[in-house]
């Protein structure tokens, strides 16, 4: 094998420390230091100095959790620094130790077979960390809006199956009046009833009345309503922060906004997670993969295996699965309704939403290179390679020319078909 770093160094980094091996070739034969530091700042600058002094400027480390970020802080400004996934650099089971793994790690990446992740810029990775805070904080609301619902069911509170949403109006004030109220008056729960409501004012009485609620179970429902409130409170505050953040982005969350199915906070989630430079992603097929939207490749002697997606993309895939159930009910724009409908015959409609997530990305992955809004198109028009474009444009005027000939609009003998 070619040797591609003639100077590099492998890293095995751990919460308190990290072990770095320095490999110098020489002709074939390399030759390797070993040196242990510590993962406090001071040590860490020592490690920069150390690969510097020894003129090592290319350096791979596994992406172990987070352990690997304040390394990769301090030297990303003077280092070329590779963050390879766990599966291309894991030793052998068995026989693997601290020194052994940095050893490996080294040899590896020496020769070119580790497969770099993707790490974007320092800007980016700040609006990543706040948006990634935002999707907890909304899970959080989430969990909370179920407890508050089944509270009430436990304490013979059939509300839910009445109303559309235990946090309108009317399931609000009457959840309030149940709370803090001593005993229930079915008149003034009516007179609570707004709208439609009204119409069901039977059915909400009928299955709030014989309800058992102590007072610690009050308490309790107190709890997690303000624990609710709070969420939503933080998730405003935050989206105040991300807003600030996404400005010099504005452009491209512009750009975005124009997919049906994309708001702000999705086109947002997206260049936290992609960034705005495409260019760092070879193909929209490179891009689609990395963010788990595209079957696995798994054959083994002439049979083919589980081709299931992976389960990258942790935070990009749900907000862009959820960006595509907002598309196929999309009423402006029928394109990916017509796409899942056709998709979902014959795939079921799990397999058809995430065709549509990668449809999304792809065209987010054009737009954002060359700057275009949303055009519906089909992929094989844009993102086929050369060879297969011209066979189908051939295919094509074949198709044109026998159809002439059929309506004796041209003559046979006047034609030359490509070959």
């Given at each position: 094998m070619k040797v591609v770093y003639p100077i590099c160094c492998g890293v095995d980094v751990h919460k308190s420390f990290l072990v770095a091996t320095l490999i110098t070739t020489e002709?074939?034969?390399?030759?390797?230091?070993?040196?242990?530091?510590?993962?406090?700042?001071?040590?860490?600058?020592?490690?920069?100095?150390?690969?510097?002094?020894?003129?090592?400027?290319?350096?791979?480390?596994?992406?172990?959790?987070?352990y690997y970020v304040p390394v990769y802080n301090l030297l990303e400004d003077a280092i070329r620094v590779t963050v390879a996934n766990p599966k291309w650099v894991s030793a052998v089971k068995?026989?693997?130790?601290?020194?052994?793994?940095?050893?490996?790690?080294?040899?590896?990446?020496?020769?070119?077979?580790?497969?770099?992740?993707?790490?974007?810029?320092?800007?980016v990775r700040i609006l990543r960390e706040y948006t990634r805070y935002r999707y907890k904080l909304v899970s959080c609301k989430s969990s909370e809006?179920?407890?508050?619902q089944n509270a009430f069911t436990v304490c013979?509170?059939?509300?839910?199956?009445?109303?559309?949403?235990?946090?309108?109006?009317?399931?609000?004030?009457?959840?309030?009046?149940?709370?803090?109220?001593?005993?229930?008056?079915?008149?003034?729960?009516?007179?609570?009833?707004?709208?439609s409501l009204k119409k069901k004012a039977d059915a909400v009485v009928q299955s709030i009345e014989?309800?058992?609620?102590?007072?610690?179970?009050?308490?309790?429902?107190?709890?997690?309503?303000?624990h609710f409130d709070f969420a939503e409170t933080m998730i405003g505050k935050i989206d105040q922060s991300i807003a600030a953040l996404a400005a010099p982005f504005?452009?491209?969350?512009?750009?975005?906004c124009t997919i049906p199915g994309v708001d702000r906070n999705t086109a947002i989630?997206?260049?936290?997670?992609?960034?705005?430079?495409?260019?760092?992603?070879?193909?929209?097929?490179?891009?689609c993969s990395w963010a788990g939207l595209t079957p696995s490749n798994n054959q083994s002697a002439g049979k083919k295996k589980s081709v299931r997606i992976s389960r990258a993309g942790v935070y990009l895939k749900p907000a862009l699965v959820q960006a595509a159930h907002a598309a196929v009910k999309c009423k402006d724009s029928a394109y990916y309704r017509i796409k899942y409908e056709r998709i979902s015959k014959r795939r079921g409609k799990k397999r058809a939403i995430i065709a549509i997530a990668r449809m999304?990305?792809?065209?987010?992955?054009?737009?954002?290179?060359?700057?275009?809004?949303?055009?519906?198109?089909?992929?094989?028009?844009?993102?086929?390679?050369?060879?297969?474009?011209?066979?189908?444009?051939?295919?094509?005027?074949?198709?044109?020319?026998?159809?002439?000939?059929?309506?004796?609009?041209?003559?046979?003998?006047?034609?030359?078909?490509p070959a």
């Open positions: 002709g074939i034969v390399p030759t390797y230091r070993k040196k242990r530091f510590s993962t406090f700042n001071n040590s860490i600058l020592d490690f920069k100095q150390w690969l510097i002094e020894n003129n090592c400027f290319d350096v791979c480390m596994e992406s172990t959790g987070k068995g026989n693997k130790d601290d020194a052994k793994d940095s050893k490996w790690i080294g040899d590896l990446f020496r020769l070119g077979l580790v497969p770099g992740s993707f790490i974007p810029d320092k800007r809006k179920n407890r508050f013979n509170v059939a509300l839910d199956s009445v109303v559309s949403d235990m946090f309108g109006k009317s399931a609000s004030a009457i959840t309030d009046y149940l709370v803090n109220g001593d005993s229930f008056d079915p008149e003034y729960c009516v007179s609570l009833l707004q709208r014989g309800f058992k609620m102590t007072e610690e179970q009050k308490n309790r429902i107190r709890f997690v309503k303000a504005e452009s491209a969350v512009a750009l975005l989630t997206i260049i936290s997670e992609t960034g705005a430079d495409m260019t760092q992603f070879s193909s929209s097929k490179r891009l999304m990305l792809t065209a987010v992955f054009h737009m954002l290179s060359s700057g275009e809004v949303f055009n519906p198109s089909d992929l094989f028009q844009i993102d086929i390679p050369q060879e297969l474009r011209d066979k189908q444009r051939d295919r094509a005027i074949k198709q044109a020319v026998k159809l002439l000939v059929s309506q004796g609009i041209i003559l046979p003998e006047n034609l030359s078909l």
